[in-house]
């Protein structure tokens, strides 16, 4: 006996909808007044605090070793190891000082973009009101417990999953966990089937739901991680193995580099080893080939590129969280964003009002203040249209429970969203309710209930009575016999009635009708709601949850920079379809799926065929947000996901690049996502992708900057190794070109600004690597140039009588004057460098004349000179070097020049290489 009680009580807790009150109290071992709060005490030391466990972020030792792991970095520690091997332990130094400043400007960079997260994070504690000890106290909301009873009100976060005790019009608005945008109607004194869905669990009130109107009690069934949001949660609190596109070019580039840097070195080593060069010699040779062709400033520059697109885009109201997703957003090629609350304002507004035998008026301006018009359909109204109007409007205030006034300077409102969008609708109309009310004071009411699909206003009218009701369509037509019409009342076309309200249907409206009547009471007793009826139809309203007025425009500027959108909603496909439309995302109806079609789908290459060509998704259900992400990656997409609810979070974690909203977001969605807006606008999204691709544009310049110098050295030294010559520089010499000269003027490129057509292209192919086609020539072309004419002066020099240490002292300051030229090559990958201000990155400017000086005063400084083998030279012949080392600027522009004609193209975008890529 007592065995089944306890397995009773057990299976109440797991499904408390389908328990009654009494029994789950006694689950809870719980009262009524509430826990005592010893018991309270207890329990919260048992079952711990209600609040979403979040991985503690990496501490400041833990960022710092983070810089280290990366294949370029263990390419460069190679380096080191082979230098103190060899007793070259200035070549080891210079190496370990790199990766030094490298992990120092990495770690203070993320351990910033951290703490920004965290503050955040802070901002959005909640308290609540509960029972103890039979009296209400407000505690933090981390400290409830199971067994506890909490108190509801309008406008209040619901702190935990909640069986209802008592509810009176009690309307919980569930988007953030369900995607629905209306509320959902409660009664506590429903008992579910244990298999009644989510969305459907009138008895309920769950975590992270906000109270939309009415009030009402809730024994707490589960805290944390055992909510239905903390279900979500959990799902994506372990570490998220997808990488960034930066991250997945940047280890293909290494991993190249590296193989390529082994198999140079061993067929080298080989060479001179036949030649019978001595072993340490070898060595020697070795390290000098490994530094030549290792770009040891690209950690440094890599880092400094995102730290500054992270800073640009703070300005533009985005944090970063993660330093990568800085790239990762500029380089998506797919945003799948929710509906509800990032496109839409999360905010019912009417837009259309009809009266049956007559074009449709429209209602204008915003949706969350009565500022705006109601415009008749051929122009300005004429008396009998304003009448009509008036009566729809008196109609509207009075079958209403909601509230909007003004207060401290603003609107305030509060109560059901459809009440809420009627009153700004009639005031905007020039309709208020207190003066309404005034001329027909309130007798009874019939408060909206979900069995029942209307609410009602009784009112004095003179002597008499007059009833006032607005609900669903279905259910007031039944209740009327007469409608207003262009030529007065007439008896009711419900046909007429019908096809209206599905026309308004179709484009995505949610429909009421709007109905008086004169009525008496039966004894002038109570109002009753079954009574209802013979009153006359004035009209319909259209609802909707309108755009967001930037959600267009940021759609369209997405499409323009070649990224296709799609929308993934739990709305209605009639709905949802529309909304596309409006968006601009649809053609045809072809292009929007529904969940039940994903879950229909017998394989994934079944998803991926629905999802290719997919704008608008429909009916999804939380977990399909998942499936849909993994479907678009498998479909070759770099994917951002925006949202801003709970049952976004696995989608958000699965994304390269995952976008929470920072104020209407909820604490799951904002740990969860790589980026964060501030301003929860869409737009700012596109903002994000705009400095995304500023950012990936400044590292392929940078990378280009070192690889071609990188390059030149290698012509260099495979020049000298072929005709016999002594090595022209030394690796203490290449070190001091790679990280010292070159390495001021790579981070200074890093600052560069967009050259403003960045949204004007397409994204570059997912697959597309670092090095593409144009890359290519570019690095070929000028190290080309570099080597040979610095090979060509080391020779000559040599032939003319000069020492061996005379003759790389000139070419070691030819070589860091061909950088200071060539540096303003890497502005551009199409414009001339003609073009280019210089003093749009002053930076740059100052960071060459920077190295120039600083290898000037090594050359004059005695200790340093003797370790770079650098000494002074004169005026003339340092003007000859500068001549020869302008030929690399000379044959670039040409390069340009080149390309631009054979793509036909001139202008500032000439050149701009689009293989591989096209517009969507």
């Known amino acids: ?172 608005d569930e988007s953030l966990l369900t995607g629905e945008s209306l509320a959902v109607a409660k009664n ?65 580039f290494t991993h190249k580099v590296a193989i390529f840097v082994g198999v140079a070195v061993l067929v080298m080593a080989a060479i001179l080893f036949w030649r019978g060069m001595p072993a340490a010699e070898i060595f020697l040779s070795s390290v000098a080939l490994a530094v030549s062709v290792i770009p040891e400033g690209l950690p440094v520059a890599l880092t400094v590129a995102l730290a500054i697109g992270m800073r640009r885009m703070a300005q533009r109201d985005v944090i970063v969280r993660r330093l990568i997703a800085v790239e990762a957003l500029g ?34 301006g915003e949706s969350d203040r009565p500022e705006g018009t109601v415009q008749a359909p051929a122009g300005a109204p004429t008396p009998a249209e304003r009448a009509r109007l008036a009566r729809l409007c008196e109609c509207a205030v009075l079958a209403n429970e909601g509230y909007l006034g003004h207060q401290d300077g603003g609107w305030s409102r509060n109560g059901d969203a459809v009440d809420v969008a009627l009153l700004i609708m009639a005031h905007k109309a020039g309709c208020t309710r207190p003066r309404i009310l005034a001329r027909w004071p309130e007798i009874d009411t019939v408060p909206f209930e979900s069995e029942r699909l209307f609410s009602a206003s009784l009112n004095r009218d003179g002597d008499g009575e007059r009833l006032f009701v607005k609900g669903a369509f279905e259910t007031v037509l039944t209740m009327s016999e007469r409608m207003v019409g262009v030529a007065g009342e007439s008896p009711i076309d419900r046909v007429a009635v019908e096809q209206r309200a599905h026309q308004l249907a179709q484009e995505g409206y949610r429909v009421l009708a709007l109905a008086d009547g004169s009525f008496a009471r039966r004894d002038g007793g109570e109002l009753n709601p079954e009574g209802i009826g013979g009153l006359t139809l004035i009209g319909l309203v259209g609802l909707i949850d309108p755009l967001r007025a930037e959600s267009g425009a940021a759609v369209a500027k997405c499409r323009a920079a070649g990224i296709r959108v799609a929308m993934v ?110 301003d929860d606008n869409f737009e700012s999204i596109v903002d994000g992708v705009e400095e995304g691709r500023i950012a990936y544009a400044n590292v392929r310049k940078v990378i280009f900057l070192l690889i071609s110098t990188g390059a030149a050295e290698l012509v260099l030294f495979v020049l000298a190794m072929v005709t016999g010559l002594p090595l022209p520089l030394l ?34 192919p997912p697959r597309e690597p670092i090095f593409n086609r144009l890359m290519l020539e570019r690095v070929i072309l000028s190290a080309l140039v570099i080597g040979v004419v610095a090979f060509g002066v080391f020779q000559w020099l040599l032939d003319h009588g000069y020492t061996l240490d005379q003759a790389r002292n000139a070419t070691l300051l030819l070589m860091v004057l061909f950088e200071n030229v060539h540096v303003f090559n890497c502005r551009s990958e199409s414009r001339s460098a003609f073009r280019h201000n210089p003093l749009r990155n002053k930076l740059l400017l100052l960071g060459t004349l920077t190295a120039q000086g600083v290898h000037i005063g090594a050359m004059y400084t005695p200790w340093l000179g003797d370790v770079l083998g650098a000494s002074p030279v004169s005026l003339g012949q340092w003007l000859t070097l500068l001549l020869f080392a302008l030929s690399v600027l000379v044959v670039m522009e040409a390069h340009k020049w080149l390309r631009a004609v054979f793509d036909g193209k001139t202008g500032p975008g000439a050149g701009v290489e689009a293989a591989g890529t096209h517009r969507i």
């Not at 203070?108 to 909640?126: D, G, H, I, W």
């Not at 906000?210 to 589960?222: F, Q, S, Y």
């Not at 055992?226 to 990488?243: F, H, N, Q, Y």
Request: aromatic share 4%; hydrophobic share 40%; proline share 5%.
């Open 569 to 678: 909603t739990g709305d209605h496909p009639v709905t949802a379809c529309a909304i596309g439309r409006e968006l601009g995302l649809l053609e045809d109806e072809t292009q929007v799926v529904t969940g039940p079609q994903l879950k229909a789908a017998p394989s994934a290459a079944d998803i991926d065929a629905l999802t290719r060509e997919a704008r608008v998704f429909a009916r999804v259900e939380p977990r399909q947000k998942l499936d849909i992400v993994q479907s678009l990656q498998r479909n070759g997409h770099f994917v951002a996901v925006s949202g801003d609810g709970a049952n976004d979070a696995p989608a958000l974690r699965a994304a390269q690049v995952g976008v929470a909203m920072g104020q209407g977001g909820t604490d799951v969605a904002r740990e969860t996502a790589d980026i964060i807006l501030t």
């Open 331 to 364: 380089s998506c090629t797919y945003i799948a964003s929710d509906k509800t609350g990032t496109l839409t304002e999360n905010q019912l507004t009417v837009r259309k009002i009809v009266f049956i035998d007559e074009p449709d008026w429209v209602v204008t």
């Open 188 to 252: 506590a004194d429903a008992l579910l089937d244990d298999a009644t869905v989510l969305g459907d669990r009138v008895n309920m009130g769950f975590a992270g739901s906000l109270v939309d109107r009415g009030r009402g009690r809730g024994l707490v069934v589960a805290t944390a991680l055992e909510t239905e949001l903390g279900g979500i949660a959990e799902s994506v609190l372990g570490d998220s193995d997808v990488k960034a596109p930066l991250q997945v070019r940047m280890e293909r």
């Open 1 to 172: 006996m007592n065995e089944n009680r306890t397995g009773s009580l057990t299976n109440a807790l797991q499904r408390p909808h389908g328990a009654d009150r009494e029994q789950l109290l006694a689950a809870l071992q719980s009262d009524p007044a509430g826990l005592t709060r010893d018991e309270a005490a207890a329990r919260l030391e048992r079952y711990g605090p209600n609040a979403l466990p979040s991985k503690p972020p990496p501490g400041l030792f833990q960022v710092f070793i983070g810089q280290f792991r990366s294949p370029l970095i263990y390419v460069l520690l190679a380096a080191a190891v082979v230098s103190v091997g060899i007793g070259e332990y200035s070549d080891a130094i210079f190496i370990a000082a790199v990766l030094l400043l490298n992990a120092v400007i990495g770690t203070v960079q993320e351990y910033s973009a951290q703490r920004s997260a965290s503050a955040l994070r802070q901002m959005m504690k909640t308290r609540t009101r509960v029972l103890r000890d039979g009296d209400a106290y407000e505690i933090d909301s981390a400290t409830l417990v199971p067994g506890d009873i909490v108190l509801l009100e309008s406008g209040e976060r619901v702190p935990a999953d909640l069986r209802l005790l008592t509810s009176h019009n009690l309307k919980i």
């Open 731 to 764: 690796a203490v010499q290449l070190l001091w070109l790679n990280l010292v000269t070159n390495g001021i003027q790579d981070v200074a490129l890093a600052f560069e600004p967009g050259e403003g057509h960045e949204l004007e292209r397409p994204p570059r």
